[in-house]
Nanobody, 132 residues
Framework: VQLQAFGGGLVQAGGSLSLQCAVSGSRLDYDSIGWFRQAPGKEREGVSCISLSDGGTHYADSVKGRFTFSRDSAKNTVILQMNSLKPDDTAVYYC??????????????????????????WGQGTQVTVSS
């Protein structure tokens, strides 16, 4: 599986960006797809994910109501629409897939976000910078 993310850039606070990730390879090779991000000096954190088993979509609390994660199955592409961006959203954003169905709640948290090592493939990352 190969992942190619694009769409990052510089935007003012309150603005919008749309990140896309093109996924190549067999759909049978993964059951979860998601976005993580990493800001300078911080750990990588989960942003949003989709379970391909049940279609469920989950978001980190910090982006709920502002970000929307969707799939275009015909184009093998996923899209992260980011609205009302804040300076705290500044980070490198990575798309990723996992072979297992890890985009599920477990003990009150999104399991994949607590266990990013469950990812099997990562894209190259795209920089998002939000100015105040």
């Amino acid at each position: 599986v190969q992942l190619q993310a694009f769409g990052g850039g510089l935007v003012q606070a309150g603005g919008s960006l749309s990140l896309q990730c093109a996924v190549s390879g067999s759909r049978l090779d993964y059951d979860s797809i998601g976005w993580f991000r990493q800001a300078p000096g911080k750990e990588r954190e989960g942003v949003s994910c989709i379970s391909l088993s049940d279609g469920g979509t989950h978001y980190a609390d910090s982006v709920k109501g502002r970000f929307t994660f969707s799939r275009d199955s015909a184009k093998n592409t996923v899209i992260l629409q980011m609205n009302s961006l804040k300076p705290d959203d500044t980070a490198v954003y990575y798309c990723t897939v996992a072979e297992e169905d890890v985009c599920q709640y477990y003990e009150g948290s999104i399991y994949w976000f607590t266990m990013p090592e469950e990812s099997d493939y990562w894209g190259q990352g795209t920089q998002v910078t939000v100015s105040s």
